[in-house]
């Protein structure tokens, strides 16, 4: 995974509350076996109106998306991390995510920057009233701002979701450093746990 | 010291807490099915890793199958190769796959505690958001993304941060015409859809006590759409009478040692939670959505609701919104409003006990005129359950199709859709925009009005027919 520290470039704004995942990437894109190639799913019922945020001139170069509150919610399919990524995006701004949208855009490597209500509306004023202006996603100092609007604010990531996408480490690797207690824990598992017999493998 | 139950779980569960960070959590039961499992086994093969635990692993297939001519090749490539892929992923790592057509085949969640798989105390998670399902049996249920199915996969385990711990207390009594899903759907519009995000809720109350196995499967599905991580239950004589004799539940001495375990997992007397939030089940009464999420619900004697009473300037440009792409007037009562479509199913109600409901109503009546009605079961085993007992014919007399199981028209990706435009009354969990089609338009409501409004043609309840 690739490392991420510092995210500079331009942001777009779809200051709307729970932005649902079937928005994100509707369900039809997901019967795909890959990662990749999700770019077009993105918001696509909604980038069928000409004046949806994503269809304004620049957007395709922007790096960082401003959302309402409790972004995110639904579905556990972390296509929509990917759809995201495939557009360009590599921080989302809100104030709230789902867990399991947050949970997932930490294992992809999207930054999901948590700011207060306020500050969400603030930044998205300020995009409304220049959408060329560059903002920066600090992930070692946990802010975002916007130098020519003059705006600096906080957002909460938690310390370990920090370390992992400043580092770019894959959780795998991490976990199997406790390979040992895994293995004692599973001798000490109840009895009657329930166990599928595994047909052979190939 | 006092605990609560989800405490009692994850403590269990807990194999180290590194300085770095979060628990690592032991997975009892990791079900998986072909939509969100693909790249996950080709990550796990990209690095050279092996399935740690193939016996705790199960595999159906359920969200893009046809669920009509299953003894046919699948018709939509995309599908047919995912389908595909899960088979031989399966294969290769020697998972149990309940593939088309076998009789324990249906979606993940049904098949689970079907299976007797689902068991109090257990973690159970799927690369599915309605994990949440399995929580009604007293287990640890959740759902994950792709990367996380593949450290499950690999380790067995995942990082997790404790969530905190929410009591939704639903005292009182249902009234008769009131169903698990008109409850849940209440608490969900309590709580906001947002509401209980960080939290994993314990239901508890004497309302929630009286529920079947199913109703409480239903309650504890619909978790995720008041944003909460997990919904548990703690398990009873309903959790055990249900579990007795399972393919997959302990046997002779062995339920005996079990039993007495699992009698242990409840909230101990006096124990506080981070929230708590009050239901009165009374006051309940069969519900209707009316807008693009789960909590934008009212009652069927009620109206459509004004924006412009809400709350916050948010909310009523939300429920605007969704008024706009629902095509429907504030004021308009909901008993007046016609639907297109009427589909009964998913991990939501599509167990027997729904179905059951659903029949009750239809019997010797009529779909009405113009209207689409599709019965599509959980699970292959509830479908030939149903047959048994004669429902099907029940359906079908009225009009119904009956069809085969899986996920269908609930995320409407293996071709059974709402078209553009086209108004469904639905058993199932989520009306999202486009969500069972793009431009179609979903309401949520219980088995038992889904059946009355296929018969009236709009929204009703079986009492009124
Ligand atoms: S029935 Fe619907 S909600 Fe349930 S697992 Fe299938 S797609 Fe998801």
């Known amino acids: 995974m690739q490392k991420l520290s510092k995210i500079t470039g331009t942001a777009v704004a779809v200051p709307r509350s729970d932005i649902d995942t079937d928005q994100i990437i509707p369900a039809a894109w997901l019967k795909r076996v890959e990662r990749t190639g999700f770019a077009d799913a993105l918001f696509e019922a909604w980038r069928k109106d000409p004046g949806f945020p994503l269809n304004q001139p620049g957007a395709d170069q922007a790096r960082v998306l401003v959302a309402g509150p409790n972004f995110g919610c639904g579905s556990s399919r972390e296509h929509a991390v990917w759809a995201l990524q495939d557009f360009g995006f590599q921080a989302v701004v809100a104030p709230g995510f789902a867990d399991i949208f947050r949970g997932n855009a930490i294992s992809a490597g999207l930054v999901p920057a948590q700011v207060t209500a306020a500050a969400a509306d603030q930044l998205a004023d300020a995009l409304a009233a220049d959408p060329a202006a560059q903002v920066v996603v600090d992930v070692a100092e946990r802010t975002v701002s916007i130098a020519s609007a003059r705006i600096a604010v906080p957002f909460e990531l938690a310390d370990f979701a920090q370390w992992r996408l400043l580092e770019g480490l894959d959780d795998i690797g991490l976990t199997l450093r406790h390979e040992q207690e895994i293995s004692s824990f599973e001798t000490q598992r109840a009895p009657w746990l329930p166990v599928v017999m595994p047909t052979a493998a190939n | 010291m006092t605990a609560r139950l989800f405490d009692k779980v994850w403590d269990r569960h807990v194999v180290a807490t590194p300085a770095d960070g979060p628990a690592l959590l032991y997975i009892d039961l990791h079900l998986i099915h072909e939509v969100t499992s693909p790249q996950a086994f080709e990550g796990l093969e990209l690095a050279g890793r092996k399935v740690r635990r193939p016996d705790l692993t199960v595999a159906t297939m359920d969200h893009d199958t046809p669920t009509i001519a299953i003894d046919k090749p699948i018709a939509d490539p995309l599908a047919a190769t995912q389908v595909d892929r899960l088979r031989r992923n399966c294969a290769a790592h020697g998972i149990t796959l309940h593939a088309l057509g076998s009789r324990e085949q249906g979606i993940v969640h049904v098949i689970g505690p079907q299976l007797g798989l689902t068991q109090p105390g257990m973690t159970v998670v799927c690369g ?14 959740f759902g994950i993304g792709t990367t996380q199915v593949e450290h499950v996969l690999a380790t067995q385990t995942l990082r997790q941060v404790k969530p905190a711990a929410m009591a939704v207390t639903v005292q009182g009594e249902l009234p008769a015409a009131c169903t698990a899903k008109d409850l849940v759907l209440a608490i969900i519009r309590t709580l906001g859809v947002g509401g209980g995000a960080g939290s994993v809720i314990e239901y508890r109350g004497a309302a929630i006590s009286a529920l079947s196995m199913e109703g409480r499967m239903t309650v504890c599905n619909m978790s995720i759409e008041g944003g909460a991580r997990a919904g548990l239950i703690a398990p009873d004589d309903t959790t055990f009478g249900y579990l007795e004799g399972r393919a997959h539940s302990p046997k002779g001495a062995m339920w005996e040692r079990a039993l007495d375990d699992w009698r242990t997992l409840a909230t101990d007397e006096g124990a506080a939670f981070d929230s708590e939030v009050f239901v009165d089940a009374a006051a309940v009464r069969p519900a209707v959505t009316w807008g693009t999420n789960p909590a934008q619900s009212v009652s069927i004697d009620d109206t ?3 924006p412009a009473v809400l709350g916050t300037p948010a909310e009523r440009q939300a ?8 095509g429907l007037t504030p004021g308009t009562p909901i008993r007046d409003i016609f ?9 939501t109600n599509g167990r027997l006990e729904d179905l059951r409901a ?29 047959e048994a007992e004669g429902l099907d014919r029940h359906f079908t007399e009225a009009g119904f199709e009956w069809r085969y199981a899986g996920c269908s028209m609930c995320l409407a990706m293996n071709g059974d859709t709402v078209g553009p435009g086209q108004r469904c009354a639905s058993t199932s969990n989520r009306n999202f925009e486009g969500r069972q089609g793009p431009g179609g338009r ?13 018969v009236a043609g709009h929204f009703s309840t079986p009492g009124e027919l």
């Open chain 2, 128 to 141: 599915d958001s309605h994990t949440s399902t399995h929580g009604a049996f007293g287990a640890l249920a």
């Open chain 2, 304 to 306: 459509v609701p004004d």
């Open chain 2, 319 to 326: 429920a605007q919104r969704a008024l706009t792409y629902m």
């Open chain 2, 339 to 347: 639907v297109d479509t009427v589909f009964i199913g998913s991990c």
């Open chain 2, 358 to 386: 659903a029949a009750e109503v239809v019997r010797g009546r009529k779909v009405h005129q113009g209207v689409r009605a599709l019965v599509v079961p959980g699970s292959a085993r509830v479908r030939a359950e149903a």
């Open chain 2, 442 to 454: 979903t309401h949520l409501v219980s088995p038992a009005v889904a059946a009355a409004t296929a």
